[in-house]
């Protein structure tokens, strides 16, 4: 890969569910090693926009590059943190097994991991800062202690691009803070080109090389200045919106109400889960 | 023979003497591997219900059977096989579990039609919906062993990708994992170990079996492998127990081998209550 490539390359990029479009004519680059905040309301299209990065949705119309060629489902140079954690906390599975089953987890057989695969999920827990958590039960770790055994899978295999689906969700200030520090490390130490997933821009200002903010279909890309402006976001909202700065942080209004302060009341711990078994966390 | 011989050798007649015991053993050991097994992944992957509904849609298959000439067995596993690819399909799709209850009630009707259109099986029908573990023969024992192996074969081979799956699906199909796929030959392995089971403990009671012993596992195993031992130990002891039982009481193996099963995930509920007091 040449200096001057760009990790992801958009254009004129149509994403849809159905009919129902999620983004239109989008276009958009990340370049090498740059760590991007992807921002935007609930149902902007974040995660739609990652499962196209990961090959998982194809574009209606236009062209995605993934580090020089066309998204491919399972393409070992993406890490990814999926948003929803429905961790089986119920089996007493440690934070090595999640770690290590994600490491040869697509191939069929029996589970039993091969020396390398060992190895690789030692060396992502060691980068995560999570190698101490390893062998106890999930069930046992703190919501930011699970994020970093999370952050752990995703760096399995020697990824050139992270994909972070709201890892700070649930996290309290001193949590987010040591979760975008740690990506942050580890991307600059690996070269590492991040897309981090977030409701919020304040937790990642100093973090962020640019920001990727989703909202009515369009998406704008730019430095934070650039992006996080009135008419920017009156634009993306669809509505008129004030952004306030004050004591290093931003906080943006419509109608006088933050934006983007109600996205917290989300629930982590909320699982899709249908069944009544053995819940006995 | 003299008379002196026959008084100092009594014959005790322990239930291993007899045929139908051994054969019920068999099958129980058979039954016990396979339903302790899969069941662990089922109930992992919180798809008990679509178990519980494949038994029931071999139903009809197994009284239709007799309208068209075939055995009981082949017709239920033709049943839950092919709704099991069915089920398998529909994925973790919205309203499934309504889906599912619905085919599941119309196969149980389906079931009673083929009854009332051939009469001459009704006597059979207590035991398709209770189970008749003491009815088996050799050549089905022999035929639980093929298929209980076959399907335990693909159990392995699955096995990676399932537990993945399984445990994280967006994360597992981004690194490549194809749900459907697994999902679909998933659901062929627990259609046979439905049909196997239903031979001891019938269509309605297959919970017992292919549940009970794998959900108190889980709450009792750390980790999958020691999880997947443990359920198959369950399924074992509960089916042995439950045999002797029968044949000790005279009452159903059917009956002692639920209320076996109901017994073991009550004592390790409070097990794993106490065990988490005890880590509080």
């Not at chain 1, 752990?152 to 975008?180: F, N, T």
């Not at chain 1, 699982?271 to 009544?276: E, F, L, P, S």
């Not at chain 2, 439905?194 to 309605?204: K, N, R, S």
């Amino acid at each position: 890969m040449n200096a001057a490539m760009n990790v992801i390359e958009f254009d004129y990029v149509t994403l849809a569910h159905g009919k129902r479009k999620i983004l239109s004519d989008v276009s958009l680059s990340v370049p090498d090693g740059a760590f991007v905040g992807l921002l935007g309301a609930n149902g902007a299209g974040k995660t739609t926009l990652l499962r196209a990065i990961l090959g998982l949705l194809k574009p209606q119309a236009g062209r995605i590059s993934v580090l020089g060629r066309e998204p491919s489902r399972g393409n070992p140079l993406i890490g990814y943190m999926p948003q929803t954690r429905r961790l089986p906390l119920h089996s007493g599975l440690t934070g090595y097994d999640l770690v290590l089953g994600a490491a040869g987890g697509h191939r069929w057989g029996w589970p039993v991991a091969s020396a390398a695969e060992r190895e690789a999920a030692w060396q992502a827990l060691e980068l995560a800062g999570a190698a101490e958590l390893a062998q106890r039960p999930l069930v046992q770790l703190s919501g930011g202690e699970r994020q970093r055994i999370l952050i752990a899978q995703a760096l399995i295999g020697e990824p050139k691009l992270l994909l972070l689906d709201e890892p700070l969700i649930s996290l309290d200030a001193g949590h987010q803070r040591a979760m975008v520090d740690l990506v942050r490390n580890v991307s600059r130490e690996l070269g590492i080109a991040v897309l981090f997933c977030s409701h919020e821009i304040n937790p990642l200002l100093d973090a962020v090389d640019s920001v990727l903010y989703l909202g009515n279909g369009q998406a704008a890309m730019g430095s934070v200045d650039e992006v996080i402006t009135a008419p920017v976001l009156s634009r993306l909202y669809n509505a008129p919106i004030h952004v306030l700065r004050a004591e290093g942080r931003i906080f943006v209004m419509a109608d006088g109400v933050e934006m983007e302060c109600d996205a917290h009341s989300h629930d982590a711990h909320t699982h899709d889960h249908g069944d009544a078994h053995a819940h006995n966390v | 023979m003299t008379p002196t011989h026959t008084i100092t050798a009594t014959p005790m007649l322990t239930m291993f003497d007899y045929d139908f015991m051994r054969n019920a053993f068999y099958a129980c050991t058979i039954v016990g591997i396979v339903a302790g097994a899969v069941g662990y992944f089922l109930v992992l992957r919180g798809e008990t219900f679509a178990g519980h509904a494949l038994a029931h849609v071999g139903f009809p298959g197994a009284t239709g059977a007799g309208l068209v000439g075939v055995s009981p067995f082949f017709g239920l596993t033709t049943f839950t096989v092919l709704a099991g690819i069915g089920i398998g399909l529909l994925g973790e799709r919205a309203q499934r579990d309504v889906a599912i209850g619905i085919v599941l009630s119309f196969a149980l009707g389906l079931g009673l039609l083929f009854l009332h259109f051939y009469t001459a099986f009704a006597g059979q029908t207590t035991n398709i919906l209770f189970g008749n573990v003491l009815g088996i023969d050799l050549a089905t024992v022999r035929l639980l062993a093929v298929l209980g192996i076959a399907l335990l074969l693909i159990l392995l081979f699955i096995a990676r990708p399932l537990l993945f799956a399984s445990l994280q699906p967006e994360l597992a199909e981004a690194k490549g994992v194809n749900l459907d796929l697994v999902s679909v030959l998933f659901m062929i392995v627990v259609a046979l170990a439905t049909a196997e089971a239903t031979q001891i403990v019938g269509v309605l009671l297959v919970f017992a079996l292919m549940v009970a012993p794998a959900a108190s596992a889980m709450r009792l195993a750390s980790g999958t492998r020691s999880g997947v031992v443990l359920s198959v130990l369950l399924a074992l002891v509960t089916a042995w127990i439950g045999l002797a039982l029968a044949y000790w009481t005279d009452w159903p193996t059917s009956f002692w081998i639920t209320a076996l099963g109901a017994a073991s995930y009550l004592l390790s509920g409070l097990k794993a209550a106490k065990w988490r007091l005890a880590v509080v």
